[in-house]
């Protein structure tokens, strides 16, 4: 996630569900060099990677596009990209997390609400 989001109401409504996340034993981290749009998913030999959000928005009305790569010079490329911006983020405990703010949380759980509205 970046840690200077683009749209802070969006940012709230991701950090709404990383609690949940977090204790499923899913990892965060906040990318401190910017902000990267582009998702990418590395398995095995093949890499996917796009712009797409998991909604139905990015996958039916806005046109937005991934690619599967099964070349390993591209899947390696990627590999090493993703060791790289990790290393320019910080991680995300749950200790951690679970200590912001109530003003913080409700402003969470108000963006969660909205989150169908963009």
Excluded: T
């Excluded at 965060?28 to 139905?56: Q, R, T």
């Excluded at 899947?75 to 703010?101: K, M, N, T, Y």
């Excluded at 108000?110 to 509205?117: E, Q, W």
Aim: glycine letters at 6%; proline letters at 4%; one cysteine or more.
């Amino acid at each position: 996630m970046p840690a200077v989001p683009d749209h802070q109401i969006v940012h709230w409504a991701s950090l709404s569900y990383v609690k949940e996340l977090l204790q499923s034993g899913g990892r965060f981290y906040f990318y401190e060099k910017g902000f990267i749009h582009a998702k990418v998913i590395i398995a095995d030999d093949l890499a996917f990677s796009g712009s797409p959000n998991m909604d139905i928005r990015s996958f039916c009305g806005q046109f937005e596009l991934g690619a599967v790569f099964f070349d390993g010079r591209i899947v390696d490329r990627l590999v090493h990209d993703f060791v790289r911006d990790l290393g320019a983020s910080r991680e995300i405990l749950l200790p951690q997390f679970e200590r912001r703010s109530k003003f913080q949380k409700c402003k969470e759980v108000f963006a969660r609400l909205l989150s169908p509205l963009f």
